[in-house]
């Protein structure tokens, strides 16, 4: 039997990130531990110790699809996890991120006002405006959290999808989180290898 570790129950965190989001959107800040500290391990680590064993929404789809049998454990087409879909994924996903973080400029100018709502599949809007009183911190980190949330959740909706159609784990191969650190720990041992 496999020996289990503390990282092995990092699965919960993203069941209590979601839930907490939920019930008051400033907790999405949280969610930036997942975007740091991937890019942080690859940085110094030269590796993608994050994502192989630290990652909770690995963990979570892991969980789901295969003890919970939810996924129907299909290879996943090829496609998906080619160069350029990954690539182009991250790219379309960063630009989203971008967007975000300039409607989060906007309101802490004054130039636009706060949207209290999801944006599930960068479309679909979801008014959320139970998880925020106003007037308890800057309207900017309230928008900020908003957005934030919305590129977790959505992103958490694809791999779900992708989750029960495919194996458990197919979100991994074009997450762009992992195909960033990819980037980095290759760019890394490149230049481990010049020296």
């Known amino acids: 039997m496999k020996k289990r570790h503390w990282y092995d129950y990092l699965w919960i965190w993203s ?3 979601f839930a907490l989001g939920f019930f008051n959107i400033l907790f999405a800040w949280l969610g930036l531990i997942d975007f740091l500290v991937p890019i942080i391990i690859a940085i110094f680590g030269g590796n993608k110790f994050f994502c192989n064993n630290l990652c909770g929404r690995g963990q979570l789809f892991s969980k789901l699809g295969t003890d919970c049998k939810c996924s ?3 290879k ?4 998906l996890s080619s160069k350029w879909f990954r690539y182009g994924f991250m790219i379309f996903f960063l630009t989203m991120f971008v967007n975000m973080v300039f409607n989060t400029y906007l309101v802490a100018e004054g130039a636009s006002s706060l949207k209290e709502v999801i944006t599930l599949l960068w479309t679909i809007k979801v008014p ?3 998880t925020y009183q106003q007037g308890v911190v800057y309207d900017w980190i309230a928008q900020f959290s908003f957005g934030f949330y919305s590129l977790m959740l959505t992103s958490a909706i694809i791999g779900l999808i992708v989750m029960i159609f495919y194996k458990p784990r197919t979100w991994c191969s074009f997450c762009p989180m992992g195909t960033m650190t990819q980037a980095i720990c290759k ?3 490149h230049k481990e290898i010049k020296k």
């Not at 996943?76 to 496609?79: C, G, H, M, N, Y």
């Open 15 to 17: 069941i209590i990130y």
């Open 72 to 74: 129907r454990m299909k």
């Open 76 to 79: 996943a087409p090829k496609w």
């Open 128 to 130: 959320w405006g139970w």
């Open 187 to 189: 760019i890394k041992a």
